[in-house]
């Protein structure tokens, strides 16, 4: 199984400063299809801003998306992985802290972010070649070897 560098290593990260304003910040999470966006100042982490902030600390207080900045709608306390941490204990992460999404750090230094729909998406392929492999494997068997071996 690859670990969450490998994952994200190939990925282009966005990341928003906590002077953006929510629309702003929204406006480049639609353009480029992502549900969340790591909160950068002076190259340290200091938030995460997602698509449920947006609809509960903004649109449901009744906030003005053009005039409200990240840093007052930003969820603070952040959860991370680290770039040498598995596949699965992404998930146990994500499950224990009610997240969908993971900011990447080697360090101290953000690399990229990774989403339970990325694990999901791997876990499937990984998944669908295993059936692969095991279909192949069965179809390639010749009549009644089975059998003969079972009698041995």
């Known amino acids: 199984m690859k670990s969450i560098s490998e994952i994200v290593q190939d990925r282009p ?13 929204a406006r480049q999470m639609a353009e480029n299809k992502i549900g969340a966006v790591p909160v950068v100042s ?3 982490l200091v938030g995460i801003f997602s698509e449920r902030d947006v609809v509960t ?11 409200t900045i990240i840093k007052e709608v930003m969820t603070t306390k952040i959860v991370v992985a680290q770039s040498d941490e598995t596949y699965d204990s992404c998930l146990t992460k994500m499950q224990k802290a009610h997240c969908r999404h993971l900011p990447v750090v080697s360090g101290d230094k953000l690399i990229g972010m990774v989403s339970l729909r990325d694990l999901l998406q791997i876990d499937l392929d990984e998944k669908e070649r295993s059936l692969e492999y095991l279909e192949s ?8 070897a089975a059998k003969r071996y079972k009698q041995e």
């Open 137 to 144: 494997y069965i179809y390639t068997i010749p009549p009644g």
């Open 42 to 44: 002076e190259n340290r």
């Open 13 to 25: 990260l966005y990341a928003a400063s906590p002077e953006m304003s929510v629309e702003d910040a």
């Open 57 to 67: 600390r903004v649109i449901a207080r009744g906030l003005d998306p053009k005039k």
